[in-house]
């Protein structure tokens, strides 16, 4: 096996990764707030990782064995891909132009069974925890081919694991700069342009001029 023939499926794979997951919600600012106190912080990494990952897999896997006989799914998959992407990208450069920041609040200590029952909530119970990792990451991977979706799903699991441990280790040096609108703006419309682009190339690959 080439792995410098696969490799760009690896960057395509984490760049989607942290694109996806690096916005603002109740799991990053839960994370962010572990690690500000620094408690549990490895246990909260692994756990979201590892979702993730177990999500991104089945997302690529999973729609690459159901489109694999079906044209006629595969088009329907990259339309509603790229649909949503270009609704996530509209949305975010949509709070770019507002004044949003990440709040990690302070509150009582929590056992390690406390923290991670919160954690699985702001997990499994957010929705689009589904639509990035099994639909997104799924459609976008699903088109990479033979052993290159293997790769693409490395990289995807790697950007979660380098997003994680940079918002829970990192907490304390990350904190102050996220707290700032400014940033997350940034942040937004970088975002923004990124989904846009990428549903873009969904509509590519599906034949569109």
């Known amino acids: 096996m080439n ?17 996806l997951i690096a916005a603002i919600g109740a799991q990053n600012a839960f994370v962010l707030r572990q690690g500000l106190r620094r408690e549990h912080v490895g246990v909260m990494v692994a756990f979201c990782a590892g979702v993730d990952a177990l999500l991104m897999a089945a997302g690529v896997f999973g729609m690459a064995a159901l489109i694999a006989g079906s044209p006629a799914l595969a088009r329907l998959i990259a339309w509603a891909g790229a649909l949503f992407l ?70 995807a699991a790697s950007g979660s694991v380098l997003w994680f441990a940079s918002l829970g280790y990192g907490a304390r040096w990350l904190a102050p700069w996220f707290a700032r609108p400014r940033a997350w703006q940034v942040l937004d419309g970088l975002i923004g342009l990124f989904m846009l682009g990428l549903a873009a190339m969904l509509l590519r690959h599906d034949g569109m001029p």
């Open 86 to 155: 270009a609704w996530y990208g509209v949305m975010a450069l949509r709070r770019a132009l507002g004044a949003n920041s990440l709040q990690a609040g302070q509150g009582a200590a929590l056992t390690r069974d406390q923290a991670l029952l919160q954690l699985a909530g702001f997990t499994l119970l957010n929705p689009h925890v589904y639509l990035d990792t099994v639909l997104l990451v799924g459609s976008v991977g699903a088109q990479q081919a033979g052993a290159a979706k293997s790769f693409f799903v490395g990289g």
């Open 3 to 19: 792995l410098t023939t696969h490799f760009p499926s690896y960057l395509n794979g984490l760049a989607v990764s942290l694109t």
